[in-house]
Nanobody, 117 residues
Framework: QVQLVESGGGLVQPGGSLRLSCAAS????????MNWYRQAPGKQREWVTS???????NYADSVKGRFTISRDNAKNTMYLQMNSLKPEDTAVYYC???????????WGKGTLVTVSS
């Protein structure tokens, strides 16, 4: 059974930083393309950033230059370093995996990030 567990969310002041983690189990992590999505209150879930199996990264324009995605295949973990946080970054952040070995999509339950003074 595949599980994705996010951690690292919390309350931070504008301009601050947080690092989110997504720990995967039950899957061949290195075979997965990984993504972070977020959903702000009253809004639809939106894609934030991705990292492919070969390490290629992409970012939404809204976070480019502030957020950095990375992965450690040895630890079955993906990270999201978030710097220069803004109030509009407030959202529940979700980890997503596309597993090429099973052709399935998997989601974590999310971690809340609140940016407020």
């Amino acid at each position: 059974q595949v599980q994705l567990v996010e951690s690292g969310g919390g309350l931070v002041q504008p301009g601050g930083s947080l690092r989110l983690s997504c720990a995967a189990s039950g899957t061949i992590f290195s075979a997965n393309d990984m993504n972070w999505y977020r959903q702000a209150p009253g809004k639809q879930r939106e894609w934030v950033t991705s990292i492919t199996r070969d390490g290629t990264t992409n970012y939404a324009d809204s976070v480019k230059g502030r957020f950095t995605i990375s992965r450690d295949n040895a630890k079955n973990t993906m990270y999201l370093q978030m710097n220069s946080l803004k109030p509009e970054d407030t959202a529940v952040y979700y980890c997503h995996a596309y597993d090429y070995s099973t052709l399935m999509n998997y989601w974590g339950k999310g971690t809340l990030v609140t940016v407020s003074s």
